[in-house]
């Protein structure tokens, strides 16, 4: 077994099983019947108790043929035989780790054979995309369903009654052994969350730009590295938490536009600092924006990825962008008394373990002036039950008896979105003197109608989760697709306010701005767009209201002309 205690990064685990294997090996000159009777495994009936296993890893660069006007494929013969039990043959191809599992089929059906490749699979892309993860946090697969989508299993990948000047006819349209395009549909509900892979060149005849299969919403796509580059296009990342939990809403139709991506990514305009962040910057990962706010990323990493993500600039890769100087940050904000509230986002603070949560907030609880935090996460839709752990209510302890409010910014934008999982650990979490806020963004094709907004807050505000601001998504590149129309979010906003009572109407409509967060407020007989800031950093212009021209299917401040 392998060590999996102490929450585990991922590249720790790789170690651990590292120092496993090299254990094992110091064993392997045992004869098997000696190691079967060290053992004394018990018997099942006629099966074999102990499996004999073998794993081959080639990673030397065979030699290539060059051969003018002859194009080479390579065919795989197949096994009559298996030697082994089990015989994994792992080798690299181009920027592919390609594999082949052998097994006996006295042993093992193909079933559990599929089962094996795909865990294998998906621990090694989760290992590559992220090696800092933490296990608890890395998605599991969990039923025979979902395998197809990675697996390329086949029971006779080459025909034996075909002669071998046949085969390359009849191989000529086939897809590279690694992934099947014919196979990776859109992701549905009967689906797995959607994985890319790079796809292996077919030949050796000249070098290829690396490419990746992705599947999509609408369908499987073979992109380059460079499309994926140049239009913003983020990897996907899905707990099975949420993908269950979203079919089981019965909104999967709407819900997966959040975390799936969608052919429209590759003509979404815009830019990647809507909001000047890197204007307010005043240390990596520390920005001063409002007079009154401190903002601290504190990770480029989440639970899952939200496809209209506002800083896809930094999520999900290694940035510069994110908190490390940290007794810097500290005597920043000793020095700017102005500054009564810190917010910790990033990513997802709590993607985080609990320790380095601890160590984080144990830069601010001394200083006099911080009389709140607020952590924006959501977490607790994706993954609720990272607030089982046991060491969290210390954490918020900490923060009350430092005489400060702890607050719990979550991330709703759908009423599917809300488990009941999610509800009983922000009940738990109040009872501990947590207070909660709830965010959402305005997404078209997703929650763009009043009757499910509607449902979203007033479901907020029965859990205690005070409902408190409704984002105009932003036009960031490769997300500007999820916008709705300035005169469409003021009518849904209307739509909204008629199925609230009274108390539930503590939302504000907000478009975060490079100049500020602007309330959006109406469009008058005069056809011009009323707006107020909400903040601003200046303070004289808090509160006062401002207008501009509307133009129909504006979405954004800057479609509309001054004057």
Same mark, same amino acid.
């Given at each position: 077994?392998?060590?999996?205690?102490? !929450?585990?990064?991922?590249?720790?685990?790789?170690?651990?099983?590292?120092?496993?294997?090299?254990?094992?090996?110091?064993?392997?000159?045992? %004869?098997?019947? /000696?190691?079967?009777?060290?053992?004394?495994?018990?018997?099942?009936?006629?099966?074999?108790?102990?499996?004999?296993?073998?794993?081959?890893?080639?990673?030397?660069?065979?030699?290539?043929?060059?051969?003018?006007?002859?194009?080479?494929?390579?065919?795989?013969?197949?096994?009559?035989?298996?030697?082994?039990?089990?015989?994994?043959?792992?080798?690299?191809?181009?920027?592919?780790?390609?594999?082949?599992?052998?097994?006996?089929?006295?042993?093992?059906?193909?079933?559990?054979?599929?089962?094996?490749?795909?865990?294998?699979?998906?621990?090694?892309?989760?290992?590559?995309?992220?090696?800092?993860?933490?296990?608890?946090?890395?998605?599991?697969?969990?039923?025979?369903?979902?395998?197809?989508?990675?697996?390329?299993?086949?029971?006779?990948?080459?025909?034996?009654?075909?002669?071998?000047?046949?085969?390359? !006819?009849?191989?000529?349209?086939?897809?590279?052994?690694?992934?099947?395009?014919?196979?990776?549909?859109?992701?549905?509900?009967?689906?797995?969350? %959607?994985?890319?892979?790079? /796809?292996?060149?077919?030949?050796?005849?000249?070098?290829?730009?690396?490419?990746?299969?992705?599947?999509?919403?609408?369908?499987?796509?073979?992109?380059?590295?460079?499309?994926?580059?140049?239009?913003?296009?983020?990897?996907?990342?899905?707990?099975?938490? *949420?993908?269950?939990?979203?079919?089981?809403?019965?909104?999967?139709?709407?819900?997966?536009?959040?975390?799936?991506?969608?052919?429209?990514?590759?003509?979404?305009?815009?830019?990647?600092?809507?909001?000047?962040? /890197?204007?307010?910057?005043?240390?990596?990962?520390?920005?001063?924006?409002?007079?009154?706010?401190?903002?601290?990323?504190?990770?480029?990493?989440?639970?899952?990825?939200?496809?209209?993500?506002?800083?896809?600039?930094?999520?999900?890769?290694?940035?510069?962008? @994110?908190?490390?100087?940290?007794?810097?940050?500290?005597?920043?904000?000793?020095?700017?008394?102005?500054?009564?509230?810190?917010?910790?986002?990033?990513?997802?603070?709590?993607?985080?373990?609990?320790?380095?949560?601890?160590?984080?907030?144990?830069?601010?609880?001394?200083?006099?002036?911080?009389?709140?935090?607020?952590?924006? @996460?959501?977490?607790?839709?994706?993954?609720?039950?990272?607030?089982?752990?046991?060491?969290?209510?210390?954490?918020?302890?900490?923060?009350?008896?430092?005489?400060?409010?702890?607050?719990?910014? @979550?991330?709703?934008?759908?009423?599917?979105?809300?488990?009941?999982?999610?509800?009983?650990?922000?009940?738990?979490?109040?009872?501990?003197?947590?207070?909660?806020?709830?965010?959402?963004?305005?997404?078209?094709?997703?929650?763009? !109608?009043?009757?499910?907004?509607?449902?979203?807050?007033?479901?907020?505000?029965?859990?205690?989760?005070?409902?408190?601001?409704?984002?105009?998504?932003?036009?960031?590149?490769?997300?500007?697709?999820?916008?709705?129309?300035?005169?469409?979010?003021?009518?849904?906003?209307?739509?909204?306010? /008629?199925?609230?009572?009274?108390?539930?109407?503590?939302?504000?409509?907000?478009?975060?701005?490079?100049?500020?967060?602007?309330?959006?407020? !109406?469009?008058?007989?005069?056809?011009?767009?009323?707006?107020? *800031?909400?903040?601003?950093? @200046?303070?004289?212009?808090?509160?006062?209201?401002?207008?501009?021209?509307?133009?129909?299917?504006?979405?954004?401040?800057?479609?509309?002309?001054?004057?």
């Amino acid at each position: 077994r392998i060590d999996r205690s102490g !929450d585990p990064t991922l590249e720790t685990v790789l170690g651990r099983v590292n120092a496993a294997v090299l254990g094992a090996l110091d064993h392997q000159d045992l %004869p098997f019947e /000696q190691a079967t009777d060290v053992v004394g495994p018990i018997r099942k009936g006629a099966q074999t108790p102990i499996v004999q296993v073998i794993v081959k890893s080639e990673n030397t660069v065979g030699e290539t043929v060059e051969l003018p006007g002859l194009e080479i494929v390579y065919s795989d013969a197949g096994d009559c035989v298996a030697q082994y039990d089990l015989a994994l043959n792992i080798f690299e191809l181009g920027e592919a780790i390609c594999g082949r599992l052998v097994y006996r089929t006295s042993l093992f059906g193909r079933s559990s054979a599929e089962r094996y490749v795909a865990y294998l699979q998906q621990a090694l892309g989760q290992l590559a995309a992220d090696p800092g993860q933490r296990l608890w946090s890395a998605p599991r697969l969990a039923n025979e369903r979902r395998f197809p989508i990675q697996s390329n299993l086949t029971e006779a990948a080459s025909p034996r009654d075909r002669s071998a000047h046949e085969l390359p !006819d009849s191989e000529a349209d086939r897809v590279p052994e690694v992934i099947e395009p014919g196979e990776l549909n859109a992701l549905g509900p009967s689906a797995a969350p %959607p994985t890319w892979a790079t /796809q292996v060149p077919r030949t050796n005849s000249e070098p290829r730009t690396p490419t990746r299969v992705i599947n999509f919403i609408e369908g499987t796509r073979v992109v380059s590295e460079g499309e994926l580059q140049s239009n913003s296009i983020m990897r996907c990342h899905v707990t099975k938490f *949420y993908h269950e939990q979203i079919i089981n809403s019965g909104y999967y139709e709407q819900l997966k536009y959040i975390v799936q991506p969608s052919f429209a990514e590759f003509n979404s305009g815009g830019n990647l600092d809507t909001s000047g962040e /890197q204007d307010n910057t005043i240390f990596p990962g520390f920005q001063h924006k409002y007079a009154q706010t401190g903002l601290i990323i504190a990770t480029d990493r989440c639970v899952s990825y939200c496809r209209y993500c506002l800083r896809k600039r930094i999520v999900g890769k290694n940035s510069d962008e @994110t908190a490390v100087d940290f007794e810097s940050i500290r005597k920043y904000i000793m020095n700017h008394p102005e500054i009564t509230n810190v917010l910790v986002t990033g990513g997802d603070p709590f993607v985080l373990n609990t320790a380095s949560l601890q160590k984080l907030l144990g830069n601010l609880l001394d200083i006099p002036h911080v009389d709140s935090i607020r952590i924006g @996460t959501k977490a607790l839709a994706y993954q609720p039950k990272r607030f089982d752990d046991p060491d969290l209510p210390a954490l918020f302890t900490r923060i009350h008896n430092a005489g400060k409010a702890a607050v719990i910014v @979550t991330h709703f934008d759908h009423i599917g979105e809300i488990s009941a999982l999610a509800e009983a650990k922000i009940r738990l979490l109040r009872a501990q003197g947590v207070q909660f806020l709830n965010q959402t963004v305005l997404l078209a094709n997703v929650n763009d !109608d009043p009757e499910i907004l509607a449902a979203t807050f007033a479901k907020c505000h029965q859990m205690g989760v005070r409902p408190y601001y409704l984002f105009q998504a932003r036009p960031v590149k490769g997300a500007s697709h999820f916008q709705v129309s300035l005169r469409s979010g003021i009518e849904i906003v209307r739509g909204i306010n /008629q199925r609230l009572s009274g108390i539930q109407k503590t939302f504000k409509y907000i478009m975060s701005h490079y100049t500020g967060k602007i309330e959006i407020l !109406d469009i008058g007989a005069d056809a011009r767009l009323y707006m107020r *800031y909400h903040q601003n950093n @200046t303070c004289e212009k808090i509160g006062k209201i401002f207008s501009r021209p509307h133009l129909e299917g504006a979405c954004w401040l800057d479609d509309l002309p001054e004057g």
